[in-house]
């Protein structure tokens, strides 16, 4: 099923949740909205699913832990997005590690990084992540 994802991981398509054997959704956009999006919209369609992105950081993970992702692939993956996922029972896999996910500009950290750098629960990612998204 992740395979499957991963191979939908093509032109504008940004994030990919595959599940009961078929593709369920492909989201394109920029940042963390696309899977944002699914999260809320389709939150049923998570639960054991298997989900593949261009970017994993830690808020992408926290919004996947909670709501019960079973196998998450990242072209790009953050070190605390992996320890997290993995720490969670996930299957977490990458095109490339890196300490952090970078602004677009790449002089910083991701604002959605840094935002839940030092939460101590995915639950209290997200509750940060919903006051500033909604």
Request: aromatic share 4%; hydrophobic share 50%.
């Amino acid at each position: 099923m992740l395979a499957q994802a991963i191979q939908a991981l093509q032109g504008d398509v940004r994030c990919v949740v595959a599940n009961g054997g078929r593709l369920l959704h492909c989201a394109s956009g920029s940042g963390l909205k696309p899977l944002w999006t699914i999260c809320h919209e389709h939150a049923a369609d998570l639960v054991g699913a298997s989900v593949a992105d261009r970017v994993i950081g830690r808020a992408a993970a926290a919004l996947l832990i909670d709501s019960g992702a079973s196998a998450v692939y990242g072209a790009v993956m953050s070190q605390p997005a992996y320890d997290w996922l993995t720490a969670h029972g996930i299957a977490a896999s990458y095109g490339t590690l890196v300490p952090f996910i970078e602004n677009r500009d790449g002089t910083a950290m991701c604002p959605m990084e840094q935002l839940v750098a030092d939460a101590l629960t995915p639950q209290e990612a997200v509750a940060r992540l919903t006051t500033r998204l909604q």
